[in-house]
Structures are given as C-alpha cells and as structure tokens.
C-alpha cells in the first residue's frame, strides 16, 4: 500500500537549517503532486509547500517564501524539503502528503496519502 516516511526533523536553534525527506513506495510517485503539510503546537495543519509530478511549478505559502524550498527525486521516490532561517514560529509536526494528480493543489482534501510527519523544534 501507499507509505510516506518523513525523516530529518530535530532542534535547531533559530536561523538555523534542516532539510526533511520524505520517501515513498508503492505508488507511482513520479506523477503524483506532493505537498509539505504543518501542524504547529495547538494549531490546524496548513500547507507550507507543494510541487507538481515534474517538478515543473511549486507553491509555497507567504511565511516560508524566500527561506523554504520543495524539491523532489522521482528516481530516488524522494520528496525533500530545505528550511533555511528557522524561526520560532516554524515549529511544527511536518508531513508530506501525495496528491491525486500531476497537478498540486491549495485545497488539503486533495492530498489523501500523508506520513506519519517528523517533528520540528526551533528554540534558542
């Protein structure tokens, strides 16, 4: 069945960088969007970032523009996302989630799959 495991979340201090993964298996994940989901302490899950099948366009939410990038490998079934300049406020549980088309979407009910999440902590 589908599987998302995300890795690579930890404390950091702020302005400091980590970079998540998140590989995939069994699905075909070379035309499948993906996205970056966040649930910050007592908050909803928001979308941070997104990516189409070929990595041809992506979206990222206005708090994480110029400091967050969403890349992928659809050699390696690999989703990746590097955050640079972390903030307090970056805190969160990050998953990855795959989308239901080649296409990525602002709407959550279009991303069905989603992993387990790594945990993220930005404190001095």
């Known amino acids: 069945q589908e599987k998302l495991v995300e890795s690579g979340g930890g404390l950091v201090q702020p302005g400091g960088s980590l970079k998540l993964s998140c590989v995939a298996s069994?699905?075909?994940?070379?035309?499948?969007?993906m996205g970056w989901f966040r649930r910050p302490p007592g908050k909803a899950s928001e979308l941070v970032a997104a990516i189409n099948s070929n990595a041809d366009n992506s979206y990222y939410t206005d708090a994480v523009k110029g400091r967050f990038t969403i890349t992928r490998d659809n050699d390696l079934n690999t989703l990746y996302l590097e955050m640079n300049d972390l903030r307090p406020e970056d805190t969160a549980l990050y998953s990855c989630?795959?989308?239901?088309?080649?296409?990525?979407?602002?709407?959550?009910?279009?991303?069905?799959?989603w992993g387990q999440g790594t945990q993220v902590n930005v404190s001095a």
């Open positions: 989630a795959s989308g239901q088309g080649p296409l990525f979407s602002l709407a959550p009910h279009s991303y069905p799959n």
């Open positions: 069994g699905f075909n994940f070379d035309i499948y969007a």
